[in-house]
């Protein structure tokens, strides 16, 4: 089946750009996704993009996708401790389900 | 706007016994809803898919008879599990994508439903 792979940490200190990435497997992906889980909740959309666009900028995030390599990153800009979190990349052809990565934790350090 | 509640956040049972678990899209109505199941450090993986008014339908593995999926309005959508045994203990979320949405590309998620059977 089609396969989503994250890095499970990610430390970085309060201030400092985080890079979260990911590689998926499934060359017809249409949608790829950015979630956000604090502990004991739900997930939260940050973002998503489209498999035809290489980048995506909304306020401190940024996306980037390689689809020729099937990667994609998120970059959180100026870190703070409230985005502390499971990041999780998630992807789908546009009919299918969502097929999610395992989630990478992102530690911030004041 | 697009909240989903769940209830209970919490819910702590006795092997044997059956736990109903709410999903419910407080300000509009969800056509599709998914009930998901995460293990620690472990991904979501997608149970079943719910429309309402018919038969969910189950993913590979996931046994109907044991996950029993009502989705009786356009708002509310049931998981029950039955005969809950501790390997059952999980956190249960839930999705819900709004009426005239491409169904998997905008789902809002509901804050999870830990379960823990003893």
């Known amino acids: 089946g089609e396969d989503v792979e994250q890095s499970l940490f990610l430390s970085v200190r309060e201030g400092d750009s985080s890079v979260i990435n990911c590689t998926y497997t499934?060359?017809?992906?249409?949608?790829l996704y950015w979630y956000k889980q604090e502990p004991g909740a739900g997930l939260q959309l940050l973002t998503y993009i489209f498999s035809n666009m290489d980048m995506k900028q909304d306020q401190r995030l940024t996306v980037l996708l390689n689809k020729k390599d099937k990667h994609l990153s998120l970059r959180i800009a100026d870190t703070q401790t409230g985005d502390s979190a499971i990041y999780f990349c998630?992807?789908?052809?546009?009919?299918?389900?969502?097929?999610f990565g395992k989630g990478t934790r992102l530690s911030v350090i004041a | 706007g697009a909240v989903v509640s769940q209830h209970p956040s919490r819910v702590i049972c006795k092997s044997g016994t059956s736990v109903k678990i709410e999903c419910r899209s407080l300000d509009f109505q969800a056509t599709t809803m998914f009930w998901y199941r995460q293990f620690p450090k472990q991904s979501l993986m997608l149970m079943a898919t719910s429309n309402e008014g018919s038969k969910a339908t189950y993913e590979q593995g996931v046994e109907k008879d044991k996950f029993l999926i009502n989705h009786a309005s356009l708002t509310l959508s049931t998981l029950t599990v039955t005969s809950a045994h501790p390997e059952d203990s999980s956190f249960y979320i839930c999705?819900?994508?709004?009426?005239?949405?491409?169904?998997?590309?905008?789902?809002?998620f509901g804050p999870g439903t830990r379960l823990t059977v003893l």
């Open positions: 999705s819900a994508t709004p009426l005239f949405s491409d169904s998997y590309n905008e789902q809002f």
């Open positions: 998630a992807e789908s052809s546009g009919n299918t389900p969502l097929v």
């Open positions: 499934d060359s017809s992906s249409t949608y």
